[in-house]
């Protein structure tokens, strides 16, 4: 896509030369006009696979429902019901949460005991 697009500027660059060599001014501008709105497409490209890229580093630091439910030792729902409090954030409908605060947590509440009934062997 991305060199489909750099292709079609260039192209239009030369029929601009042409235009202004014909002193076909109306043209010209609107040649200019197409090719601008290719720069720009080109570039908000751009900025979406960095902005990706950047969501997928950021990603290494969170963790889903599941995998802090497993840290914490507690049933996933119970992590969507504390999402505020852990800080957590919603993308594209799935929550995640912070690795530093999960950890946390965990430290915080390692010695508790847990609620509900107790196992009898």
Same mark, same amino acid.
């Given at each position: 896509?991305?060199? $489909?697009?750099?292709?079609?500027?260039?192209?239009?660059?030369?029929?601009?030369?042409?235009?202004?060599?014909?002193?076909?001014?109306?043209?010209?501008?609107?040649?200019?006009?197409?090719?601008?709105?290719?720069?720009?497409?080109?570039?908000? +490209?751009?900025?979406?696979?960095?902005? +990706?890229?950047?969501?997928?580093?950021?990603?290494?630091? $969170?963790?889903?429902?599941?995998?802090a439910a497993k840290v914490l030792g507690?049933?996933?729902?119970?992590?969507?019901?504390?999402?505020?409090?852990?800080? @957590?954030?919603?993308?594209?409908?799935?929550? $995640? $949460?912070p690795k530093k605060v999960i950890d946390?947590?965990?430290?915080?509440?390692? @010695?508790?005991?847990?609620? @509900?009934?107790k196992r009898s062997l």
């Amino acid at each position: 896509m991305r060199s $489909y697009i750099i292709e079609k500027i260039e192209h239009y660059k030369e029929e601009l030369l042409q235009a202004l060599d014909r002193n076909d001014y109306l043209s010209a501008i609107k040649l200019r006009a197409v090719q601008k709105e290719l720069e720009e497409l080109l570039s908000v +490209l751009d900025e979406q696979k960095d902005a +990706l890229h950047d969501a997928e580093n950021d990603l290494q630091n $969170y963790y889903t429902t599941i995998e802090a439910a497993k840290v914490l030792g507690v049933h996933p729902s119970s992590v969507t019901r504390r999402a505020a409090s852990l800080h @957590g954030q919603k993308i594209s409908g799935r929550w $995640y $949460y912070p690795k530093k605060v999960i950890d946390e947590e965990k430290i915080r509440t390692q @010695g508790r005991k847990k609620p @509900g009934r107790k196992r009898s062997l």
